[in-house]
């Protein structure tokens, strides 16, 4: 079974810190995708990479920016956190063209 | 706005009810997918369609892609507590677009 993992849960942080969410995938998947969800909008792309050091804006790549220095990992920032980025933040990973898995989110609260 | 609309946005029923979920778009998708994701959890896939027409069958679930790839269902028969969850469906074009989902209660 593929299993992504994400580092936290639950997340509580203060508005200007700057916040390190991380993932690591375990079947040397080529892609990996960090989403946010919110009640009504769903499931929305902020970041995506297709290997290694290879990263491209998703829809909402705006407050965040991201790392893929080694192939198993996928780590999101937020440079200075605020509040309207309280969220669900869920990282998948998938081989081409194949399904993604998702992990089981980290519900980050920014105060 | 969303690329996928999804309808009902919630959707409470009676164990042993059948229900439908749509999943709407003007766009034609290379492939459509549908995620049923538990509170505390991520989406799990449970289908993938492909083809313009496709009915695909999990147990008591039924998938069905439009014929002109834009709009799919999800179809429970009888449902049970256990399918009880938000369902999420999401369109390939060259990225995956995701619908907002429909929260799925069934009663005991």
């Known amino acids: 079974d593929v299993k992504v993992t994400q580092s936290s849960r639950y997340l509580v942080k203060r508005t200007g810190e700057k916040v390190f969410l991380e993932c690591v995938q375990d079947?040397?998947?080529?892609?990996m995708f960090w989403y946010r969800q919110d009640p009504g909008l769903g499931l929305r792309l902020i970041y995506f990479?297709?290997?290694?050091?290879?990263?491209e804006k998703g829809d909402i790549p705006e407050g965040y920016s991201v790392s893929r220095e080694k192939k198993e990992r996928f780590s999101l920032i937020l440079e200075s956190a605020s509040t309207n980025q309280t969220s669900m933040y869920l990282c998948?990973?998938?081989?081409?063209?194949?399904?993604?898995?998702f992990g089981d989110g980290t519900r980050l609260s920014i105060l | 706005t969303q690329l996928l609309e999804q309808s009902p946005q919630f959707l409470s029923i009676q164990e042993g009810e059948n229900l439908t979920v749509y999943c709407n778009s003007s766009?034609?998708?290379?492939?459509l997918q549908w995620y049923r994701q538990e509170p505390g959890e991520g989406p799990v896939l449970l289908v993938t369609?492909?083809?313009?027409?496709e009915v695909k069958k999990l147990k008591r679930l039924t998938f069905q892609f439009g014929d002109a790839r834009k709009d799919s269902s999800l179809h429970i028969t009888a449902a049970q507590p256990g399918d009880t969850g938000l369902y999420l469906c999401?369109?390939?074009?060259?990225?995956?677009?995701f619908g907002a989902g429909t929260t799925v209660t069934v009663r005991a």
């Open positions: 998948a990973s998938r081989r081409l063209n194949q399904p993604q898995h």
């Open positions: 079947m040397d998947h080529e892609n």
């Open positions: 990479s297709y290997d290694v050091k290879m990263k």
């Open positions: 766009s034609v998708f290379s492939s």
């Open positions: 369609v492909v083809t313009g027409g």
């Open positions: 999401a369109g390939a074009v060259y990225k995956l677009s």
